[in-house]
C-alpha cells in the first residue's frame, strides 16, 4: 500500500499551508536577502557552500534565471 502525498510542492497555489507551517511563518525572523539581511538566506547559503565544497553559494529561486546563469 503506498502512501498518500501529503504536500503537493509543483505550485505555492497547489498545497494549503497547515496552522503549524502558519506559525513558523509568522515567527520566523526576516530580512532583505538583496542586502544580506535575511538570516534565513544567509544560513541556507552557507550550508550549501559547505556541504558543497565551495567557499560561497547563492540563493536562486527560479528556473528561468537558474538556466540563464549556467547557460553562460
Do not use: Y
Request: hydrophobic share 40%; aromatic share 6%; glycine share 6%.
Amino acid at each position: 500500500m503506498s502512501t498518500p502525498i501529503q504536500h503537493d510542492f509543483r505550485s505555492d497555489t497547489v498545497t494549503r499551508p497547515s496552522q503549524a507551517m502558519r506559525a513558523a511563518m509568522a515567527s520566523a525572523e526576516v530580512g532583505d536577502d538583496v542586502f544580506r539581511d535575511d538570516p534565513t538566506v544567509t544560513q541556507l547559503e552557507a550550508v550549501m557552500a559547505e556541504r558543497f565544497g565551495k567557499e560561497a553559494s547563492g540563493c536562486i529561486r527560479d528556473v528561468g534565471h537558474a538556466n540563464r546563469i549556467w547557460s553562460r
